[in-house]
């Protein structure tokens, strides 16, 4: 079982920034696709970034020039990073890592709180 622990979150006003962080139990660099979700209150979760194994990265239009996805294989964890912070960024952010060998595996991490507000 992989464990994901997210961090970095927190309150920030906007136009601010925030990096979230994903470590994983489990070596980054064989996952098919790692991305991150968010879901704001009373909506459906919704994903924010998307990074495949072979390095194409896939945005939403509500988040594309402001947020950036990566990840260090060395240190098996994922990275968020969101610029320009709007109120409507405000929700829980969910790391998501799926493989795909030696069988499909997916998991997800307990999510994290960001809070956009002046």
Do not use: H
Request: with cysteine; hydrophobic share 30%.
């Amino acid at each position: 079982q992989v464990q994901l622990v997210e961090s970095g979150g927190g309150l920030v006003q906007p136009g601010g920034s925030l990096r979230l962080s994903c470590a994983g139990s489990e070596d980054i660099a064989s996952a098919d696709v790692t991305s991150w979700y968010r879901q704001a209150p009373g909506k459906l979760r919704e994903y924010a970034a998307i990074l495949n194994r072979a390095g194409t990265m896939n945005y939403p239009d509500s988040v594309k020039g402001r947020f950036a996805i990566s990840r260090d294989n060395a240190k098996d964890t994922v990275y968020l990073q969101m610029n320009n912070l709007k109120p409507e960024d405000t929700g829980v952010y969910f790391c998501r890592i799926y493989y795909s060998v030696p069988t499909p595996r997916d998991y997800w991490g307990q999510g994290i709180q960001v809070t956009v507000s002046s």
